[in-house]
């Protein structure tokens, strides 16, 4: 019984028609999903990943309008690695990045880092597995120079070692050196790791912030792993949630960072077709009945393929 890499990322956004600008703009991601936070349906949940809505690529934001930046410290996941085909792909960027007034985009050798409007930290790094590349297309991003999927994540922590046993032991990581692990399955892999925290921080949840990192579970062993997280001592799972796309276990580890454990299943053409993906708000069926209402709260997003197409 193996993770498959990482599922998807979860963060916090004051500002959804500026998010989807960014991330189905800039970065040329595809927005696969449009619904609601199933733990609170007043607020936006927006998905974005490769063309097919793939685990190992999906991003995803909650909205609370007006929200104040967070702040990245101790305990939470504070950067998001992206693969990246060659280094021509970090030129492309660079220059994609400079045209779309990225002031923070900045080249460090091999990799390129910037921030996203309420200062979300990214890095794109040339990839050198043999996973498969997750891509969205994107008329003005040539399909070799496209992000291809997480890479990692790097969290802050200021005693990384109480999470070893959680991470190597129960959730089948391995490596740990210098704070960095790796979760590999049979399909796909990611890395996990840890940085110290920045001094006189005190981390904050907002604009910006990464909310929980979810790892990807094959759709028959997510009991098993909710059991393996009980068991072991480390952590309390919650009970298995439906999430209607995919189910979830979400526990704390140790140093403080929230996890899910999310099946790679049934995915996001459950409910819409596979070529019209994320263009309505879809909702799971126990929130039908609140459509009308919802409707009225949210602010309405354009469809990013219509812009495209139009531009």
Known sequence: MKLEGIHHITAITGDAPRNVEFY???????????????????VYHLFY?????????????FEYPGAARGRAGDGQVHRIVWRVAAPEALDFWMERLAKHDVESAERLGDRVRFSDPEGLEHELKVSDV?????????????????????????????????SEALLRETLGFSGGEDGEWEVRGDERG????????????HPSQGGGSIHHIA?????????????????????RP?????????????????SGVLFE????????DTDEDIEHLGEKLTLPPRFEPMREKIEQILTPLPNPRATEVSS
């Open 261 to 268: 454990l999310a099946t790679m299943g049934p995915g996001f």
């Open 49 to 61: 990943a490769d063309e097919q809505g793939s685990p190992g690529a999906d991003l995803t934001f």
């Open 190 to 201: 990611g890395l996990y790791a840890y940085d110290p925290p920045p001094a006189g921080v």
């Open 238 to 254: 919650t009970p298995i949630i439906d999430r209607f796309w995919f189910r979830s276990v979400y526990f704390r580890e140790p």
């Open 130 to 162: 043999s996973d498969a590349p997750l891509i969205a297309d994107h008329p003005e991003i040539p399909r070799e120079h496209a992000l291809q999927g997480f890479d990692g994540v790097r969290a802050y922590a200021s005693d990384p070692a109480r």
């Open 24 to 42: 189905a703009g800039t970065l040329g991601l595809r927005m696969v999903k449009k619904t609601v936070n199933q733990d609170d349906p007043t």
């Open 215 to 235: 790892f990807a579970t094959q759709m028959d062993e997510q009991e098993a792993w909710q059991e393996r997280v009980a068991k072991s001592g480390n952590a």
